[in-house]
């Protein structure tokens, strides 16, 4: 992490399960992004952060360690819990991502070179075209339509070498691919690295969009369950529970030790 990032991660900081989670409002955090990308070296690579994220970290230490170089930003109602319990007050801001990139791109009047690496095929072509159409004074390359398959991983790699990207946004949902983000993407192939979660299928229209007073409401993640089916809506819900349980008990030891906390029913 560059020197900027460090700053803004030291003095905005709130510890969550040991991990420093940025608390920026929506004005300086975008303030932030725009000032990372206007240093001609280093790079910065940013998690927005779930709380099926941090619970993964609890179990993973290699995972953990990831995390703890990233900035991350806090998304979901779950974080404010967590923050008024360990800190007394909530976060300035959710960020999920599917909302702060596109402002970002919009934020950013410097035209920046943008490389994707999507979820699938479908959804990249499509959360491009709608990019195109946002910010049109950007370009916006699609390096791969996934990240999925072992043997293509490598492939990308060679197709981000020369491309001399300002920010490559990567569809990572999963602690092996942020994994591999951090293994792979060196300091030259761009200059802000985003592990953006759902952002290509919430873009591409692939997930149903949360109404705005919903989200301002902060009921996001009720409104999801009701959206999914009755299995995958019960293990969202016990995976959040977990998620707050572990924030009101954490003593810096990880407790990974029930079913409760699977990382794999969490949401």
């Given amino acids: 992490m560059n020197l900027i990032a460090n700053f803004a991660v030291l003095s905005s900081r709130r510890a969550i399960f040991d991990l420093p989670v940025c608390d920026l409002g929506w004005d300086d955090a975008l303030v932030l992004f725009n000032e990372l990308l206007s240093i001609?070296?280093?790079q910065t690579s940013v998690s927005f952060v779930t709380a099926r994220n941090m619970l993964m970290a609890l179990r993973d230490s290699d995972y953990r360690a990831v995390l703890a170089q990233n900035l991350l930003l806090p998304n979901g109602p779950g974080f404010n819990i967590a923050s008024k319990v360990a800190h007394g007050s909530p976060f300035s801001a959710s960020l999920r991502a599917a909302d702060f990139v596109p402002a970002l791109l919009t934020f950013m009047e410097t035209p920046?070179?943008?490389?994707l690496i999507g979820t699938n095929?479908?959804?990249?072509?499509?959360?491009a075209a709608k990019f195109r159409r946002h910010a049109p004074w950007h370009e916006f390359t699609v390096i791969s339509d996934t990240l999925s398959h072992t043997e293509g991983r490598s492939r990308i790699v060679d197709q981000i070498d020369g491309q001399m990207l300002d920010i490559l946004v990567v569809g990572a949902r999963?602690?092996?691919q942020e994994k591999w983000i951090q293994e792979n993407i060196r300091a030259d192939h761009a200059r802000l690295v985003l592990a953006v979660g759902d952002l290509f299928d919430v873009v591409a229209g692939m997930i149903r969009p949360v109404p705005k007073i919903v989200r301002t409401v902060?009921?996001?993640r009720a409104y999801r369950w009701t959206q999914w089916p009755a299995r995958p809506g019960l293990r969202s819900g016990l995976?959040?529970?977990?998620?707050l349980y572990y924030a009101l008990r954490y003593d810096g030891t990880p407790h990974a030790d029930t079913e409760?906390?699977?990382?794999?029913?969490a949401s």
């Fill in 40 to 42: 001609p070296v280093g």
């Fill in 239 to 243: 995976g959040f529970a977990a998620f």
């Fill in 112 to 115: 920046r070179r943008i490389g």
């Fill in 174 to 176: 999963t602690p092996f």
């Fill in 260 to 265: 409760l906390t699977d990382a794999r029913s």
């Fill in 121 to 127: 095929p479908q959804e990249a072509r499509l959360t």
């Fill in 218 to 220: 902060g009921l996001e």
